[in-house]
């Protein structure tokens, strides 16, 4: 029954865990909360100053914005996750194209003192395979939803001096679905044949800080910061199908507890000519906070009582090592304005991978190094009003095998990822009062 317990502890809470990830970014996040900042590769967020999005990114930005300004946008992404096992089974984990809404808005107090509001959703995914592929214990599918609430204020301390913070409170809401293993009874094998289906949510609370210098009237810099989440997720999971020889279904309560990364983001741009505008960016986020996960479940006779009634067995905790390590993301980009009223941009970026040890990655998580390659362009047709759109392509180029977990500390190579390919499409309003 020992080992039973470890197998299914560890089969919850790593699913629990994969839910919250996407493929935009390494591990949970996305970074497309500004279709003008995804069409240059996110190269010099929050500080260029031709969108809203700033008070997210760094809220010091926003003292490059007069007066009162909003911003809304959305972001489509679809993924194509095509695997091919060594038997010559072959599965997708692509779901409905999935949007990511953005809201900002902000506003001048004084000549030195900024508010503003960002409404985002910073993680999320939503990734399916087929019930009965073979890997199921794997990953059958998972969705995310989060809506993050982050106000800010910035001071403009000097001319090339700005400095800004503010607080979120964010919303989370999953799902999952896993295949079950052989659970191990005794001296007996039961083979389930089932899935398990896990729905959580939390509020969780965090808070960001950022500075921007300004040496040059035509070159600015920006170091900005955000505290990792710890996230508690409340929720019911669910086993059914085949477990054995009882032949059940039954949901019970638990929670999951995990941290989000703490991240640093650095920041440049320089606008060269009055028509061209180089930037840049290098983030850091340590997934590192990712390497240990609990799970935890109410003293309700659990899953253990499902697997054999005549036992009663009820897990309290248990603690996972996922041993993955902190990641950057490197990007350059470049704005062009071509007239008054037009600008088109460009960018590349290059993210590395955060898993460590590639036997423990998921088809929930089929993360590795990726390669962006971005796209955009901004209408202004008159002063008030600006129209932004933007394309991006994320390629992965790095690690992409799959294991299959023996659960006696032994994995087998049973196939591989032949794309981590995603696709974004985005459309964005700016209105300045």
């Given amino acids: 029954m020992k080992t039973s317990k470890k197998l299914l502890a560890g089969l919850m809470f790593s699913s629990l865990a994969a839910v919250s990830t996407s493929a935009m970014a390494a591990g949970f996040q996305l970074t497309e909360q ?39 946008s959305s972001t489509v992404v679809d993924l194509d996750i095509d695997y091919k096992g060594f038997d010559g089974t072959t599965e997708n984990g ?26 985002t959703s910073p993680y999320g995914m939503k990734i399916r395979y087929g019930s009965d592929w073979t890997e199921r214990e794997r990953g059958i599918s998972g969705s995310i939803m989060t809506v993050d609430i982050n106000p800010n204020i910035a001071w403009k301390a000097t001319e090339w001096f700005s400095i800004g913070a503010g607080v979120s409170a964010m919303y989370t809401h999953s799902k999952i679905k896993n295949g079950l293993p052989i659970v191990p009874v005794g001296n007996k094998g039961y083979v389930t044949g089932g899935e398990f289906e896990y729905k959580g949510s939390d509020w969780m609370f965090t808070y960001n800080a950022g500075i921007m210098l300004s040496p040059l009237e035509t070159l600015r810099f920006g170091i900005s910061y955000r505290s990792a989440a710890h996230v508690h997720a409340k929720g019911d999971y669910t086993v059914r199908g085949n477990l054995g020889p009882i032949g059940l279904s039954q949901t019970s309560h638990g929670y999951g507890d995990l941290t989000t990364p703490e991240t640093v983001m650095i920041t440049g741009t320089w606008e060269t000519t009055p028509w061209l505008r180089l930037s840049a960016l290098a983030r850091w986020a340590n997934w590192k906070n990712f390497k240990d996960m609990r799970f935890y479940t109410n003293a309700d006779g659990g899953i253990y009582s499902m697997l054999n009634p005549q036992m009663s067995y009820t897990l309290s905790h248990m603690t996972l090592e996922n041993n993955w390590k902190s990641v950057w993301l490197l990007s350059l980009g470049a704005d062009i304005k071509v007239s008054d009223q037009w600008t088109i941009r460009g960018g590349i970026a290059l993210e590395t991978d955060p898993i460590h040890d590639q036997t423990k990655r998921t088809a929930l998580i089929p993360d590795t190094k990726r390669l962006w390659l971005t796209c955009g362009v901004s209408w202004a047709p008159t002063k008030n009003w600006q129209i932004d759109a933007a394309y991006g392509h994320i390629r992965g180029i790095g690690h992409r095998k799959l294991y299959r977990d023996h659960h006696n500390g032994s994995y087998t190579e049973v196939g591989k990822f032949e794309k981590m390919n995603a696709w974004m499409g985005g459309l964005q309003v700016q209105y300045k009062f």
Avoid: C, E
């Fill in 34 to 72: 500004s279709v003008v900042s995804m069409g240059r590769s996110h190269a010099g967020a929050g500080i260029v100053g031709d969108d809203v999005s700033a008070v997210w990114y760094n809220p010091a930005g926003m003292t490059l914005l007069p007066g009162t300004q909003f911003q809304i």
């Fill in 94 to 119: 692509r779901d409905k194209p999935a949007p990511i809404p953005a809201f900002f808005v902000s506003h001048q107090l004084t000549d030195n003192l900024w508010a503003g509001l960002a409404i």
